[in-house]
């Protein structure tokens, strides 16, 4: 679809939920002259110029552009950073930026994958208007520290003359940084505020394999093949402190990667993380809970992606179904299918993945629901992240932000504030609230126009009519604009 150039668009008989109250405005008019939204009248106030393109949307809702915090550009929903040449980094991107936009999404957060230093120039190719797709805000590699979670030593733990080669031949060159200590933590971050990142990705402190404490479980992973060090690795405190201390001064926020379990998360809150992404498996204290509303902490669960990896394993028919084969081509549809049957035989057989799968129950069950209803009652902001792209224990392909939102609801928040996840909240987090997040005049006319009202039901998030970023229509229902 190609884009239309419009420099001022008006939007007429509109019911406006602009984000900042859950106050529906009704009959609205609302202009866009080149990219600003300029004004909001009443239906009929507005003196309408011969340049203008009007369109009247009688009964619709418009809602400001979505923003997901945390999804994977450079991976389409399965592990198919396991096959890097079989598409073009450039293909898969715009089919996942499209795939982003067409869902209402207008701005994202990428974390690593694919090639760290690539996203940038891909970023600025969508910011010129070159692909069609969200604005990025993109952090390039992540910072851990040796054997840890992204480490390239964890995935590759032999000679550095062969993963000099294997970091090429996979395309994983720039995934991440390791920092031995705050001096060279510090160092990096410097280098990537030179590179162009957005913001900063990093880890919480903990293991890199869950249940290692487990003499046994920590027996089989020796048996393995695993490295003693690649089993304890984890992010000190004062090294992530560092990090944010450097961070802060160069104006980058933090995103700490929760590795598994409640501790670690509650470290890298008192250590100065913006937000912690993913949830853990287990029961914050209140004390954290208390900890982040007073340093404004972001919670980004992506509980979606959890819930969606199980349902998958229990029924394969959600995998095969015409709708994931658009999302997630071939040659991945198919890699991802043998992948999650190898997963399934684990299960079957009790090997590692079995212990995660029967914890994964009990998440659902107990630790998710008891976590945001506390979150939600304390006040901790929440904002809404899919994880879209990833693979692993994941499976969750682009344009899905409604499903998490609908998580939110399902357990006791209410449709506006699961809105404002993935508006005003997320605005927030990403230090963009003078620009995105809700409908005002002087902000960016990133708009959402929607054939039923999501205060009703936030399923409604999926009857997207028109998406609307910078005054320029780039998806319409309809195909005709
Ligand atoms: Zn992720």
């Not at 679809?1 to 900042?20: A, E, F, P, T």
């Not at 287990?282 to 669960?301: A, C, H, I, Q, R």
């Not at 095969?320 to 071939?330: A, F, N, Y």
């Not at 997320?426 to 006319?445: N, R, S, Y």
């Amino acid at each position: 679809m190609k884009k239309k150039k419009s420099n001022y668009l008006i939007l007429k008989n509109v019911n406006l939920i602009d984000c900042n109250t859950d106050h529906v405005q009704r009959n609205m008019t609302i202009s866009i002259r080149n990219g600003i939204i300029e004004k909001i009248v009443k239906e009929g106030e507005l003196e309408i110029s011969e340049d203008a393109k009007i369109i009247t949307l009688s009964g619709k809702t418009v809602i400001p552009g979505l923003i997901d915090s945390h999804v994977h550009l450079f991976q389409s929903g399965v592990d198919d950073f396991m096959k890097p040449y079989a598409e073009r980094l450039i293909n898969k991107f715009e089919r996942n930026c499209w795939l982003t936009i067409r869902s209402g999404v207008t701005t994202v957060r990428n974390m690593p994958g694919g090639r760290g230093y690539k996203i940038f120039k891909y970023r600025d190719k969508v910011k010129k208007g070159e692909i069609i797709g969200p604005r990025i805000l993109a952090s390039g590699p992540a910072i851990t520290v040796p054997y840890s979670y992204f480490s390239i030593l964890s995935y590759l733990p032999f000679s550095s003359f062969l993963r000099f080669f294997i970091e090429r031949l996979f395309r994983i060159r720039g995934l991440s940084i390791d920092a031995n200590n705050e001096r060279e933590a510090k160092e990096v971050v410097r280098r990537l505020k030179r590179e162009g990142v957005d913001f900063i990705k990093t880890i919480t402190p903990g293991s890199n394999y869950p249940y290692a404490e487990d003499e046994n479980i920590k027996s089989e992973l020796l048996d393995k093949g695993l490295k003693k060090e690649q089993i304890e690795a984890s992010m000190q405190p004062k090294i992530l402190r560092a990090i944010s201390e450097e961070a802060n001064k160069l104006d980058l926020k933090v995103v700490c990667h929760n590795i598994y379990g409640t501790k670690g998360f509650s470290e890298a809150v008192k250590a100065g993380a913006d937000s912690i992404e993913h949830s853990p498996m287990g029961l914050l204290s209140e004390e954290t809970f208390n900890l982040m509303k007073e340093k404004e902490v972001y919670w980004v669960p992506t509980a979606y992606a959890i819930y969606n990896w199980k349902n998958i394993i229990d029924n394969p028919e959600i995998y095969e179904t015409e709708e994931m084969k658009e999302l997630v081509p071939e040659p991945f549809h198919s890699f991802g299918r043998k992948c999650l049957q190898k997963v399934r035989d684990d299960i079957e057989n009790g090997g590692f993945w079995s212990e995660f799968y029967n914890e994964v129950e009990i998440f659902k069950q107990e630790y998710f629901p008891t976590n945001i209803s506390i979150a939600i009652e304390k006040g901790v902001k929440i904002v809404a992240g899919v994880d879209c792209g990833a693979g692993g224990a994941g499976y969750i392909p682009h344009g899905q932000l409604h499903k998490e939102l609908e998580l939110y609801v399902t357990n006791g928040m209410g449709e506006f504030d699961a809105l404002q996840t993935a508006t005003k909240n997320a605005a927030e987090l990403l230090g963009k609230i003078d620009e995105l997040g809700t409908i005002e005049e002087g902000k960016v006319g990133d708009i959402v126009v929607l054939d039923s009202n999501p205060l009703e039901n936030i399923s409604n998030l999926k009857s997207i009519n028109l998406v609307i970023k910078e005054g320029d229509i780039v998806f319409s229902k309809k195909e005709s604009f």
